[in-house]
């Protein structure tokens, strides 16, 4: 899969124990292998590195130290119950990603 742009939405299923979850965002960072291993505001491409540095006022939902296969993406979910709520910052696989309208 090539590299998605920022502003792309898109929609993935995730799982976690017993459960299945579908989940929709928009991506809002997006590395290629090109741009893996550069270096974005002074911090090494790192993805836990760049969600931090980059998107302080989201909570990060992954643990993730690298990018799968030297490419991947960052993708803002905001399903909070109010307005006030912090978005949510999650990357998941980029093969399981599908592009929505």
Request: some cysteine; overall charge positive.
């Amino acid at each position: 899969m090539s590299c998605l742009p920022v502003g792309t939405k898109v929609r993935w299923t995730s799982q976690a124990g017993a459960s299945r979850t579908t989940k929709e965002g928009v991506v809002v960072y997006s590395v290629d292998k090109a741009k893996a291993s550069d270096e974005v505001q002074g911090v090494k491409s790192v993805p836990h590195l760049i969600a931090d540095r980059l998107f302080s006022t989201h909570r990060r939902m992954f643990d993730g130290n690298s990018w799968l296969s030297r490419q991947g993406v960052l993708v803002e979910v905001r399903d909070g119950k109010t307005s006030r709520a912090k978005p949510k910052l999650y990357m998941p696989n980029p093969g399981s990603l599908e592009v929505i309208e």
